[in-house]
């Protein structure tokens, strides 16, 4: 039997208002008893400590305060937090877990447009097209810059993938179903069997590092992580590689890769260390190099996409269903 919890949401105004058309809001009046405020981007005022005193659902998304032990005395009767965006780690604390809140998270719904936009860049490295575009500006009519860039083909490439997290496994799914290169994929606490169920093949960093045409990182920013891809891994990339970066700018060095790259290595840099770069980078100026404003991630249109997501948790919980992607503690030591 489909209960209505008493629901708040708890997220940043412009958050609100581009994740929460009328659509959205009638799906969730339709699913949950809410009252004043409906939304909140703090958790300190009488008037929504009062509304916490009711709540047992939380909707979250970016803008969300912090959740600890002080919200926890002020909602007695919290059960879940469910957000509708990619990364709890921000704002989701132990002293959740240790009170046994369900989380989720809409990062599967994050994954799809990170990994449209890494399979486009995958396709247009193996062309070296943004370069070989860059080139035309300066060559014009003297086509001889076709040569600079290595082989011009997607033929027999090598795409090696670091971390099989959702957006990694999204990426070999593509590559695998539309015949465009042999995959290999790093990462060590994923069991194999499951990297060779999806038509890729486990590998080491060490190993795979000399075969990478591409390079395409998806791992997450974590203590063991940071800076995973240094001097030495950059200089195992055979001439003519492409580095993307779609996961987070520590997991390279930036001072490394700078040199690699006025050395000769491609970079397609969705994220950088920092970031933005500070105007002086010699990466801006650097033919081999294409920079985006961590765009690949959902924008505008697609974060409703997560709306949708969170609020099918919602109404999994309304109906005494078990969620689709909850997000545990142990989860969340090797999760974004």
Same mark, same amino acid.
């Given at each position: 039997?489909?209960?209505?919890?008493?629901?708040?949401?708890?997220?940043?105004?412009?958050?609100?208002?581009?994740?929460?058309?009328?659509?959205?809001?009638?799906?969730?009046?339709?699913?949950?008893?809410?009252?004043?405020?409906?939304?909140?981007?703090?958790?300190?005022?009488?008037?929504?400590?009062?509304?916490?005193?009711?709540?047992?659902?939380?909707?979250?998304?970016?803008?969300?305060?912090?959740?600890?032990?002080?919200?926890?005395?002020?909602?007695?009767?919290?059960?879940?937090?469910?957000?509708?965006? *990619?990364?709890?780690?921000?704002?989701?604390?132990?002293?959740?877990?240790?009170?046994?809140?369900?989380?989720? %998270?809409?990062?599967?719904?994050?994954?799809?447009?990170?990994?449209?936009?890494?399979?486009?860049?995958?396709?247009?490295?193996?062309?070296?097209?943004?370069?070989?575009?860059?080139?035309?500006?300066?060559?014009?009519?003297?086509?001889?810059?076709?040569?600079?860039?290595?082989?011009?083909?997607?033929?027999?490439?090598?795409?090696?993938?670091?971390?099989?997290?959702?957006?990694?496994?999204?990426? %070999?799914?593509?590559?695998?179903?539309?015949?465009?290169?042999?995959?290999?994929?790093?990462?060590?606490?994923?069991?194999?069997?499951?990297?060779?169920?999806?038509?890729?093949?486990?590998? %080491?960093?060490?190993?795979?590092?000399?075969?990478?045409?591409?390079?395409?990182?998806?791992?997450?920013?974590?203590?063991?992580?940071?800076?995973?891809?240094?001097?030495?891994?950059?200089?195992?990339?055979?001439?003519?590689?492409?580095?993307?970066?779609?996961?987070?700018?520590?997991?390279?060095?930036?001072?490394?890769?700078?040199?690699?790259?006025?050395?000769?290595?491609?970079?397609?840099?969705?994220?950088?260390?920092?970031?933005?770069?500070?105007?002086?980078?010699?990466?801006?100026?650097?033919?081999?190099?294409?920079?985006?404003?961590?765009?690949?991630?959902?924008? *505008?249109?697609?974060?409703?996409?997560?709306?949708?997501?969170?609020?099918?948790?919602?109404?999994?919980?309304?109906? *005494?269903?078990?969620?689709?992607?909850?997000? %545990?503690?142990?989860?969340?030591?090797?999760?974004?």
């Amino acid at each position: 039997m489909t209960r209505r919890p008493e629901t708040l949401l708890v997220l940043g105004r412009d958050t609100m208002r581009l994740q929460f058309g009328e659509a959205e809001l009638a799906r969730l009046r339709a699913t949950a008893s809410l009252g004043e405020p409906l939304f909140t981007d703090e958790l300190g005022s009488a008037s929504v400590r009062a509304r916490l005193a009711e709540v047992e659902v939380l909707v979250t998304s970016w803008g969300c305060p912090p959740l600890g032990e002080a919200l926890l005395r002020d909602a007695p009767k919290l059960r879940a937090v469910l957000h509708a965006a *990619g990364s709890v780690r921000g704002h989701v604390g132990a002293a959740l877990f240790d009170r046994g809140l369900l989380v989720t %998270t809409a990062a599967g719904a994050n994954a799809e447009p990170v990994a449209q936009y890494t399979l486009g860049a995958i396709l247009w490295a193996f062309k070296k097209v943004p370069f070989l575009a860059a080139d035309a500006r300066a060559f014009r009519e003297d086509w001889r810059y076709r040569e600079r860039h290595g082989e011009l083909t997607g033929r027999d490439r090598t795409v090696v993938l670091v971390g099989f997290s959702r957006i990694g496994q999204r990426v %070999t799914e593509l590559l695998v179903r539309l015949a465009l290169a042999r995959v290999l994929v790093v990462d060590p606490v994923v069991d194999p069997a499951r990297i060779r169920a999806a038509g890729a093949e486990p590998a %080491t960093l060490a190993e795979s590092l000399p075969l990478a045409d591409v390079l395409s990182l998806h791992a997450p920013s974590l203590p063991d992580t940071r800076r995973m891809i240094g001097a030495a891994e950059l200089a195992a990339l055979p001439p003519g590689a492409v580095l993307i970066n779609t996961a987070r700018g520590a997991l390279v060095d930036t001072a490394a890769l700078e040199r690699a790259c006025a050395a000769g290595l491609h970079a397609i840099l969705d994220v950088t260390e920092p970031e933005p770069l500070p105007s002086t980078s010699p990466l801006y100026d650097l033919p081999t190099v294409v920079l985006t404003p961590h765009i690949a991630g959902s924008l *505008g249109s697609e974060t409703r996409r997560m709306t949708a997501e969170a609020l099918d948790e919602l109404e999994r919980y309304a109906a *005494g269903e078990p969620p689709r992607d909850p997000v %545990t503690r142990q989860a969340l030591a090797v999760q974004a």
